[in-house]
């Protein structure tokens, strides 16, 4: 019954910054795991990284660490997804899931909103 709706990309240049929001509808985010990822064309989904609701921790893949922040929003049962220094590479479509903290599968997935970063 979670619904998870991305939405925030577009079109940027190399360098530029995106904030994409992660919104839940029909619940709140509660004791979840919410999760960030991403698919380019030809390639596999990837991880980018995660927070949990709960206590704020983060976790980050090592080609986004530094450049991208995951941050909650409880007011509005939304995360977001800071991207800046955004490279060519980081063009993909990106999808937030949702998981019960200590799950091993996510079992929420948003429809993704696509990031074009153009050089």
Known sequence: QVQLVESGGGLVQ????????????????SSHVIGWFRQAPGQEREFVGLIVWSDHSTNYRD???????????H????VYLQMNSLKPEDTAVYYCAAKISGKVEYDYWGQGTQVTVSS
């Open 63 to 73: 080609s986004v660490r530094g450049r991208f922040t995951i941050s909650r929003d």
């Open 14 to 29: 190399a360098g530029g910054s995106l904030r994409l929001t992660c919104a839940a509808s029909g619940r709140t985010f």
């Open 75 to 78: 007011a509005k049962n939304s």
